[in-house]
T-cell receptor
């Protein structure tokens, strides 16, 4: 069965620090990969996605993620975080044969000014 | 607001009662999903529809749970004989037709269920 692991449950950073959130998935076939974000008091929204092609994908607000197939990983990065990036971040995966999206447990990011 | 709307926002019920939630997706979206989220966990897939057809249902979903989308527009999720373990945020999402439906999900704000 598919599964997604996010090992960082809670990350605390100061503004301008660099960010990397880990995501590993378990599935032997071809997958699509996503990062969703939930800002305080708001609904989940898509941050970025990978379907095929360049394994380095760029999303909104300066975020990027790199798909490393050999490591079954899709880590999220941002070179310099802002206070407004405080949110919960969810990695998600679905196989290309289904529309069912499987989410990780999430990483809560707190950025202090 | 033309996003996904869910009603009610909050529901408090006693154990053993039945509850029903409603989701109105974005109008041109033909796929509709239900997820459940508990504290400290990510959204857990429950079921999804393409138009009025229920295409997949999680094996974790007991027979007490049923979802419908009779006209391919809004959907309802009913939980019968609620248990305290059903307490969670119930999320609805929709997506556009074409390609992989999970390409981009638009989520609602959810219905928070508390079973006493």
């Amino acid at each position: 069965a598919q599964s997604v692991s996010q090992h960082n449950h809670h990350v605390i950073l100061s503004e301008a620090a660099s960010l990397e959130l880990g995501c590993n998935y378990s599935y032997g076939g071809t997958v699509n990969l996503f990062w969703y974000v939930q800002y305080p008091g708001q609904h989940l929204q898509l941050l970025l996605k990978y379907f095929s092609g360049d394994p380095l994908v760029k999303g909104i607000k300066g975020f990027e993620a790199e798909f490393i197939k050999s490591k079954f990983s899709f880590n999220l990065r941002k070179p310099s975080v802002q206070w407004s990036d405080t949110a919960e971040y969810f990695c998600a995966v679905n196989s290309i044969n289904t529309d069912k999206l499987i989410f990780g447990t999430g990483t809560r990011l707190q950025v202090f000014p | 607001d033309t996003g996904v709307s869910q009603d009610p926002r909050h529901k408090i019920t006693k154990r053993g009662q039945n509850v029903t939630f409603r989701c109105d997706p974005i109008s041109e979206h033909n796929r509709l999903y239900w997820y459940r989220q508990t504290l400290g966990q990510g959204p857990e897939f429950l079921t999804y529809f393409q138009n009025e057809a229920q295409l997949e249902k999680s094996r974790l979903l007991s027979d007490r749970f049923s979802a419908e989308r009779p006209k391919g527009s809004f959907s309802t999720l009913e939980i019968q004989r609620t248990e305290q373990g059903d307490s969670a945020m119930y999320l609805c999402a929709s997506s556009q037709p074409g390609g992989t439906g999970a390409e981009k999900l638009f989520f609602g704000s959810g219905t928070q269920l508390s079973v006493l």
